[in-house]
């Protein structure tokens, strides 16, 4: 009967969801591959289904398996809080897995963990960085807890909510012979050949939406997935660009860019993600509320 599930069997399906292999599950928890094999089994004997579908070895979360997640999810959360409950010193404890795509996870999420960290004496944190897409699809799968992007991603399983913003920026190399101290009319971007980011950025959406239709004709001369190397290509002569100004600073202020001023609003929103189903622990709850507090003090 499924009355008889236990934490230690629903322990073993979550560390399955995120290692994919009985092999790696079983180092995580430090059992035998058998021990975790037989947890597993026993959870999906109870429930009358099996979760995850058997693919060369690995293992793949299922329909079944999806629907379980997130409340196997929420209650090893809330066992972790009650071991918490009669601590007196009221600890936050737990891995919290942060995402960030390229902008937040370069430019702020550094500074904003390191005062988090500060605040809270809170340090088991991990932060993975890429494009707005593979962090959203992360969080869906429940491999991030939270995820700060660029650029709002409708999903009807994902909560957002606005977090801070920042402007984008055309860049050219140094001696082009556009004006960077003057509106530059669109047209004179005609025939231009752009350096743009892979599909799935915050940027390249940016661009896409905001810049390319209002050009006739325009070419990507070539994508980058890293903006350091965008930014380089740019100033060595190879096309514009469009990206985050926190991004572009660096480079503008060391000569190696500039910047042409567009008659576009070229401001950009960032947002805070959270899965709908995603229990909120203690320690998510500080951390979403510490982002707020930190964006309002820090006014970015």
């Not at 599930?5 to 629903?10: F, G, R, T, V, Y």
Request: hydrophobic share 40%; charged share 20%; glycine share 4%.
């Amino acid at each position: 009967m499924a009355s008889h599930i236990s934490l230690k069997q629903l322990k073993v399906f979550s560390t399955l969801t995120q290692h994919k292999t009985l092999t790696a599950a079983a180092d995580g928890l430090f059992l035998s591959k058998a021990a975790v094999s037989m947890a597993l089994s026993e959870l999906e004997k109870q429930l009358g289904h099996n979760l995850f579908d058997r693919v060369n070895n690995r293992l793949i979360l299922n329909q079944e398996g999806h629907k379980l997640q997130p409340l196997a999810d929420e209650l090893l959360h809330r066992a972790g809080d009650i071991e918490q409950l009669f601590n007196d010193e009221q600890s936050l404890s737990g891995l919290l897995r942060i995402g960030a795509s390229d902008t937040l996870g370069n430019q702020v999420a550094p500074y904003l963990l390191s005062d988090f960290r500060r605040h809270t004496q809170h340090e088991l944190q991990s932060l993975f960085i890429s494009n707005s897409t593979q962090i959203c699809d992360m969080l869906i799968a429940y491999e991030l807890d939270i995820a700060l992007i660029e650029g709002k991603i409708q999903h009807p399983e994902l909560d957002a909510t606005p977090f801070s913003s920042d402007e984008m920026c055309v860049i050219c190399p140094p001696d082009h012979p556009l004006p960077a101290d003057s509106d530059i009319p669109l047209h004179h971007l005609e025939a231009s050949h752009w350096i743009l980011r892979e599909a799935g950025s915050g940027s390249r959406e940016f661009f896409l939406r905001v810049v390319a239709p209002r050009l006739e004709q325009w070419h990507e001369a070539f994508q980058l997935n890293n903006t350091e190397a965008l930014i380089n290509s740019v100033s060595a002569g190879l096309g514009l660009a469009c990206l985050s100004r926190l991004s572009a600073e660096p480079a503008i202020r060391d000569g190696r860019v500039k910047v042409l001023s567009l008659p576009l609003n070229m401001k950009r929103r960032f947002w805070l993600l959270v899965h709908k189903e995603k229990y909120l622990s203690p320690l998510l709850k500080t951390f979403i509320a510490f982002c707020h507090d930190w964006e309002r003090e820090h006014q970015l």
